[in-house]
């Protein structure tokens, strides 16, 4: 019989409790958990981290965060990156840690987006200069992507200068600054205008240390007004002003210059603590008036172009920078001044004849009227104007005493107030005619010499007074209309439309009333005066005179009493056969008015 060996002590209580790490103590399998857990990183859902590329198929690709299990991304995610490749890392944003499937969720899409900001703010926080890339144009500036966000370039802050083309700068890249963020509408803006603005201070304070009156630049035209063009001189914008472009006269800079011309100009002044720079551009060139021909002197004749007309009158351009005044006196022989734009307008090109040179003040008279004869001087003027001839012409002017009457260019009469109506008492011309009618007239005098003419319009026609002489006798009778009052006098219209004049106390009726104005009455010549051409009248003396004449048994008679035989009699135009040519005269003219 064989000897039996003896084997070890061994726990079969152990060994019959088969479940899986049952075989451990508690303190055992703390131990190892920890071990397990120090073997995974700790990963928060909503955060961005970093994973490795496991694993690569035509629709995801796994990636291991260093959790217990390996995420899976849509592989649509990774377009942007078609060289991915296993062992690549990247990095994902956190959706879930377990879905109901138990599968880790990630995005690199999110996780694109949140980084993206996160960038934009720290270049905001720090003032970085990030690189985008410009996508597209649209109203008002341009839209750059940044990190996959779209950012809003206006085009003020494209460039220093103003920019009138934006398409240029589509598909290019463009280094900028973030100059804000606007997290509620998802919006950012960006400048390039701030990076060129640091590099030209110290350009510009440079210019602005070296800058000199007399000093000639280079620069650009950046911007063009109605009354210069800005000009950038290398970091600093100075102004020439539209007076001092061209020595010759011109509307608008337009005309000579254009948007991003290269010019040279010269500094005429500075102001280094408002950093205003005045510029010139014709003092680069000599005065035109220094190279003035010599054979231009008083008397010369000169061509030219009207470059602005005044009120007192059109100045001429006959070389760019020399121009003559012409005054509106020397435009025509008429002494009657009128608007200069009667005469001429901008643009005309007219010839002149100089009156006034002073080359050192560099000024010019010149006249347009010295190019025709004088009309006074005329031999033919003594006896186309004599004493006593008749003309027609153009009233230019009314004045107190008269009106002047233009008979032809250069040839002006006057005719007195009191020389335009016989009948009529004319106070001012006015009441009488108006500017710019036709008026016939008669010579009355002419003084060749000291360029007179008298006139007379009233002399075309034989003087009525001379036969009203024999019409209103004092004492004859007229029935008349009461056309005015004042403090002393009534004025009164007689037949044939002359005036007459009655004193107030004359206007009392028989029935001791007063007549009033508008009332026409028989009234009693008590004076007339051919010389002053005067009638005076009454009312009373007609009524009074019969009174006298009445018998005193006759005042209750209802019938009218005879007329005495004292009583004067009543003169008409009709029974004087003196008058009867005047009557018919002076009824046809109405007829032709």
Known sequence: MSKTQTLPDFDWDKADNRGFGSGY????????????????????EKEVVTGTVVGITDREVILNIGFKSDGLVPASEFRDLPDLKIGDEV??????????????????????????????QRALDEDLVIEGFVKRRTKGGLIVDIYSIEAFLPGSQIDVKPIRDFDVFVGKKMEVKVVKINYANDNVVVSHKVLIEKDLEAQRQQILNNLQKGQVLEGVIKNMT???????????DGLLHITDISWGRISHPSELLHLDQKVNVVVLDFDEDKKRISLGMKQLQAHPWDSLEGDIQVGSKVKGRIVNVADYGAFLEIMPGVEGLIHVSEMSWSQHLRNPQDFLKVGDEVEAVVLTLDRNDRKMSLGIKQLTADPWSRAELVGKYAVGTKHKGIVRNLTNFGLFLELEEGIDGLVHVSDLSWTKKIKHPSDFIKVGDELEVIVLELDVENRRLALGH????????????????????????????????????????????????SLQKEDSSWAEVGETLEFKVTEFSKEEKRIMLSHTKTWQEKGEDRKPEKKAATAKAPTSSKEPERATLGDLDALAALKEQMEGRAKGE
């Open 91 to 120: 990095e994902v944003y956190v959706e879930n840690q377990e879905d109901p499937n138990g599968q880790l969720v990630l995005s690199r899409k999110k996780a694109k987006v949140i980084t993206a900001w996160q960038k934009i």
């Open 25 to 44: 103590s508690a303190a055992e399998r703390d131990r190892l958990a920890e071990l397990y857990d120090n073997t995974l990183a700790q990963v928060n």
């Open 226 to 236: 109605n009354f210069g063009v800005f000009i950038d001189l290398g970091g600093v």
């Open 458 to 505: 009233k002399q075309l026609e034989e003087n009525p007074w001379d036969t009203f002489e024999s019409v209103f006798v004092p004492g004859s009778v007229h029935r008349c209309t009461i056309l005015a009052k004042n403090d002393k006098l009534a004025t009164l219209e007689l037949p044939y439309g002359i005036e007459g004049f009655a004193a107030l106390k």
